[in-house]
């Protein structure tokens, strides 16, 4: 079993900053792409940002140059620091991890979903 527990949400003014942190734990062999997602109310799931385990970052066009992802692979972790805080940005935030497991003697890659930690962007 993997379980991905998230951390470091919260009540933030507009402008503030707040850190993200995602630790993945379990039988783990080897983790691919890892990404942030969110989901507003009354809106569907949309992705973040992402970061392959090489270390390649993609963003979604509504954070670039205010939020920053990074992993600690040694960890399991996967960090979100998020800058410039905008009330739009208020959201249910979830992690993703694509986690390489051994399943019936083969190296399987399974999607796991973390329990998501709610970021409020307000004043």
């Known amino acids: 079993q993997v379980q991905l527990v998230e951390s470091g949400g919260g009540l933030v003014q507009p402008g503030g900053s707040l850190r993200l942190s995602c630790a993945a734990s379990?039988?783990?062999?080897?983790?691919?792409?890892m990404g942030w997602y969110r989901q507003a109310p009354g809106k569907q799931r949309e992705l973040v940002t992402s970061i392959t385990s090489g270390g390649s970052t993609n963003y979604a066009d509504s954070v670039k140059g205010r939020f920053t992802i990074s992993r600690d692979n040694a960890k399991n972790t996967v960090y979100l620091q998020m800058n410039s805080l905008k009330p739009e940005d208020t959201a249910v935030y979830y992690c993703k991890a694509a986690v390489v497991v051994f399943d019936f003697r083969a190296l399987t890659t399974f999607d796991y979903w973390g329990q998501g930690t709610q970021v409020t962007v307000s004043s």
């Open positions: 379990g039988s783990i062999f080897s983790i691919n792409d």
